[in-house]
């Protein structure tokens, strides 16, 4: 699992790759160069901390060697996800009820038009 943190205007934003296997670092370029974009990141959230600009290519290489070695994503980040997925969930659930009434609502209008095709006076 890979996890993407960025922070925009101050505030955080998270996405949780699953990679499956051990990815090699062809296959981490491969999603930042080509599939970046389409990642799906969370609702930004308020971030404690801003971001350290580094224009040296060889220490910004170290800060992320340090990152990899680091031992998880931040408390933020997976709290970020956490409200993404119950939002998703709240929705599907929405989604899901409004479903089920159109459906009822749909049988119960077929009830009624077959009780008012006996009671015609045939």
Known sequence: ???????????????????GAEPSNEEIQELIVKRYRRLRFTEPVASGSTPKVV??????????????????P???????????????????????????????QRRFELRQEKRKLKHRGK
């Open 55 to 72: 224009a040296n290519p060889n220490r910004r290489a170290r800060e992320a060697a340090r990152e990899m070695k680091r031992p998880g």
């Open 1 to 19: 699992m890979g996890m993407f943190e960025r922070v925009e205007g101050g505030k955080l934003c998270a996405c949780r790759v699953v990679f």
């Open 74 to 104: 931040s408390t933020k980040a997976q709290q970020a996800l956490s409200d993404q997925r119950e939002a998703i969930a709240e929705q599907r659930k929405a989604a899901t009820r409004e479903k089920r009434d159109q459906e009822k």
